[in-house]
């Protein structure tokens, strides 16, 4: 069983940033590519970015692209979410996501095995 805790969000005014943090235990956190999904009120669960194993592959969702990057450090079992260039769209929970084998897409939460409680990021006009 893999637990993964979200950490780092808060209130922001638009135009600053944040950084998300997601620490996993009970498993090997090197095995596992990880993702980053968000979800606002009455909305469905998108997806924001995507890291492989070695961090070597990374993909951006079409509305955060340019302005988030996705990061891990596997010594720490830790993977990060820069958020710049904030606007109140962005507002949502923010979810974690580990997957331990090869899927056909990364985009889906179906793709994922484990996921976090959430962390709840909100930017203001």
């Known amino acids: 069983q893999v637990q993964l805790v979200e950490s780092g969000g808060g209130l922001v005014q638009a135009g600053g940033s944040l950084r998300l943090s997601c620490a996993a235990s009970g498993g090997t956190f090197s095995s596992y590519a990880m993702g980053w999904f968000r979800q606002a009120p009455g909305k469905e669960r998108e997806f924001v970015s995507f890291i492989n194993v070695i961090g070597s592959i990374r993909y951006y969702g079409d509305s955060v692209k340019g302005r988030f990057t996705i990061s891990r450090d596997n010594a720490k079992n830790t993977v990060y979410l820069q958020m710049n260039s904030l606007k109140p769209e962005d507002t949502a929970v923010y979810y974690c996501?580990?997957?331990?084998?090869?899927?056909?897409?990364?985009?889906?939460?179906?793709?994922?095995?484990?996921w976090g409680q959430g962390t709840q990021v909100t930017v203001s006009s």
């Open positions: 996501a580990a997957r331990s084998a090869v899927r056909s897409t990364y985009r889906s939460t179906l793709g994922y095995d484990y």
